[in-house]
């Protein structure tokens, strides 16, 4: 399963998902009458007479939540994955991870690749309890997913504190092994150099002033 592309309508290579202006989770029941013909008094004249009606179910929107609310992205995990909601936790997260590895992946619920890659992923998070792991929602930020140039989904951003920004690209459950290999890079010991510096560029193009702690300089 291909990358999926967050602009306009959400769309995959291999695959084609389809966005209802309906609520994310309504199903939409359409009834449809089929006609029979019946003959009349009136010879040489057919009318249609209704039948019994059937009704047919259409489900509209996005992935509805399982029998006890829990929604895909929303299963599994361990302590070292955790969603971001906002800018300046994503910022925060960054800056107390000091000297860890951390993982982002850059997801949308619709994006059919993202659903399939999500347990490997939280597997990876069970296996690497050393590196934090964190989950951007890209509909809920926006803003800061385009200010970090994520055009393509899911996506993956590899933090580690003064060094900043280490490496960034696209992964589907087909290029897992290009994830794997990234973690086995970056997931090496190292030595402290100082504060994390490495912020810096991400402040640049978030364009806000650093979180309280973060060590960044102008």
Not at 26 to 44: E, H, N, Q, Y
Not at 51 to 57: E, F, M, P
Not at 158 to 165: D, I, V
Not at 195 to 202: F, R
């Amino acid at each position: 399963m291909a990358e999926c592309r967050p602009v306009g309508l959400a769309q995959c290579s291999n695959e084609t998902v389809l966005r209802s202006s309906l609520s994310a989770t309504v199903r939409s029941p359409v009834t449809k009458v089929f006609f029979s013909p019946i003959k009349l008094s009136t010879p040489g004249r057919i009318f249609p007479r209704p039948c019994h009606s059937t009704r047919l179910q259409v489900y509209a929107g996005r992935d509805v939540a399982q029998s006890d609310g829990t929604k895909w992205w929303q299963k599994g995990g361990s302590p070292n994955l955790r969603d971001v909601n906002s800018t300046q936790e994503f910022l925060s997260a960054l800056s107390s991870a000091g000297e860890k590895l951390v993982v982002v992946e850059f997801f949308a619920t619709w994006c059919g690749s993202c659903k399939a890659l999500y347990p490997k992923l939280c597997q990876l998070a069970a296996e690497h309890p050393d590196i934090d792991f964190l989950k951007v929602n890209f509909d809920e930020n926006k803003s800061m997913c385009k200010s970090l140039n994520v055009k393509v989904l899911p996506y993956f951003h590899f933090y580690r504190g003064a060094e900043g920004r280490l490496d960034s690209f696209s992964c589907s459950l087909s290029k897992l092994s290009k994830l794997k290999e990234a973690i086995a890079i970056h997931n090496t010991d190292r030595c402290s150099i100082g504060p994390p510096l490495g912020l810096g560029e991400e402040l640049k193009l978030l364009d806000i002033s650093p979180p309280v702690g973060a060590g960044n300089v102008p």
